[in-house]
């Protein structure tokens, strides 16, 4: 199965593909999986023909190695940031919304962002990449609170569904 992570972030080695991908590895089995991210630059940019270029890139070259079960989906992660202060997050993250389900993508979201689910505090811009080589680096994710990572209703800081999402395409480590 190909998994298509589009991230927030501005570089393909950036802090949310840190995160996420230290939290698929040690929370599921991905034997036999292969996770290809793409970078959004920033969430704005969702529905951008560079990011959507590059997911029908990676659908198409999956499909023909893999002919007989071409198995994959796309998952789109988002910061939530403040929607209830920012009405214009609110309105960005509902046309993401919308956008993932007319194309039955999936959507992860972070509240407020990744460093609040992950580190439990924010993180100014220039050090975002610092602290997810560090917590990737010191294992934090052996003690990390998987707890507020199942929840379906984006109402509480530091949450996600992003457990929800991904134990819906990948098996649990035992």
């Known amino acids: 199965m190909l998994l298509i992570l589009v991230v927030e972030t501005n570089d393909e080695q950036g802090s949310d593909r840190l995160y996420i991908e230290d939290y698929i590895k040690h929370f599921y089995n991905i034997a036999g999986i292969k996770l290809k991210f ?3 630059c920033g969430k704005g940019n969702y529905r951008s023909t560079k990011v959507l270029s590059k997911i029908n890139k990676f659908i198409n070259e999956y499909k023909k190695i893999n002919q007989n079960m071409p198995l994959y989906k796309v998952i789109y992660f988002i910061d939530l940031d403040n929607p ?5 997050q609110y309105k ?3 046309k993401i919304s919308i956008f ?7 959507l992860v979201y972070f509240n407020k962002n990744i460093e609040n689910v ?4 924010d993180v100014e811009s220039n050090q975002k990449q610092k602290e997810a080589v560090r ?20 109402g509480t800081l530091s949450s996600s ?8 395409y990948l098996n649990k480590k035992d």
Do not use: G, Q, W
Request: aromatic share 8%; net charge positive; proline share 4%.
């Open 135 to 154: 917590f990737v680096s010191r294992k934090h994710i052996l003690k990390f609170d998987n707890s507020k990572c199942s929840i379906k209703l984006p």
């Open 92 to 94: 960005l993250n509902e």
């Open 118 to 121: 992950f580190l439990k505090r």
């Open 100 to 106: 993932t389900k007319e194309m039955d993508y999936e």
């Open 161 to 168: 569904n992003i457990d929800l999402i991904l134990t819906k």
């Open 38 to 40: 793409i970078p959004m």
């Open 84 to 88: 209830h202060i920012n009405a214009e």
